[in-house]
């Protein structure tokens, strides 16, 4: 049985994108990186091994990859999502700057 190097290879991608963002804290972005190589590195390995398909490592294996690019997946949205909130913030307080310029009389 061949593993799932489709979503493997999504998931190095994710890795990668998410080294990348300036939005995702240094920290993370260096631990992004580190472990985007060494999955790329493990499913160069991966591309040419066979499993016997009742092994429990393969199972395990195949799961926890399943469930790690979904929560990947999840993180990459909400992230997308804070991103935009801050772009529409910056937005919001430029048209409140052209709203008081055009303003006849601000209290202070």
């Not at 790329?40 to 195949?62: I, K, P, T, V, W």
Request: contains cysteine; proline residues 1%.
């Amino acid at each position: 049985m061949h593993f799932d190097t489709q979503t493997l290879t999504q998931l190095v991608e994710r890795c990668f994108d998410l080294s990348m963002s300036g939005a995702v804290p240094a920290q993370a972005r260096a631990e992004y990186l580190a472990q985007g190589k060494r999955l790329r590195a493990q499913l160069m390995r991966l591309l040419g091994a066979r499993f016997a398909a009742d092994s429990a490592e393969f199972h395990q294996a195949s799961e926890a990859l399943t469930e790690t690019n979904a929560a990947l997946e999840r993180s990459a949205k909400d992230l997308e999502s804070a991103t935009l909130a801050v772009k529409r913030l910056g937005e919001l307080a430029g048209y409140l700057d052209k709203a008081l310029a055009v303003a006849g009389k601000v209290l202070s």
